[in-house]
């Protein structure tokens, strides 16, 4: 049942992330308003590709390359999806901070993974 909750976490978590990239700017949620530092979505960039990749690396225990590959593609994908939205901006900066973010949630996630004790096989 344990699977059934990271699957539904990491559903919820992309679609919430692809609403944010792709919603209009009147329609994109925003933290601290629309006149918020550059810095605070900086954070919520990296933190919600975090958390995605994290979810992706507890689906995928030990396939390290293959859940940074979907973090990164999911960055790319939905960048390129951005620039063809009208009021919107796709920049490689966004793409590298969210592909950090993302790695960074494996990497954690991993660690963790280590440290856990194994079922018996």
């Known amino acids: 049942m344990r ?3 990271l699957i539904a976490a990491a559903v919820i978590c992309l679609a ?3 609403y944010a990239t792709l919603a209009r700017m009147a329609g994109r949620p925003a933290l601290a308003g629309h006149a918020e530092a550059y810095w605070v979505v900086v ?6 590709y975090g958390l ?6 507890f689906l995928l225990p ?3 390359m293959l859940a940074c590959t979907l973090v990164v593609a999911v ?3 939905l960048e390129v999806m951005q ?13 590298f901070q969210k592909a950090a973010g993302g790695i960074v949630g494996v990497l954690l996630a991993q660690t963790i993974l280590a440290f856990l004790p194994r079922a018996p096989s």
Do not use: M, Y
Request: positive net charge.
């Open 52 to 57: 995605l990749g994290f979810l992706l690396s």
């Open 75 to 77: 960055a790319v994908g």
């Open 16 to 18: 919430l992330i692809v």
């Open 83 to 95: 620039a063809l939205t009208p009021d919107r901006d796709a920049r490689l900066l966004d793409v």
């Open 62 to 64: 030990g396939r390290f």
């Open 3 to 5: 699977r059934n909750h």
């Open 43 to 48: 954070i919520e960039r990296f933190s919600a």
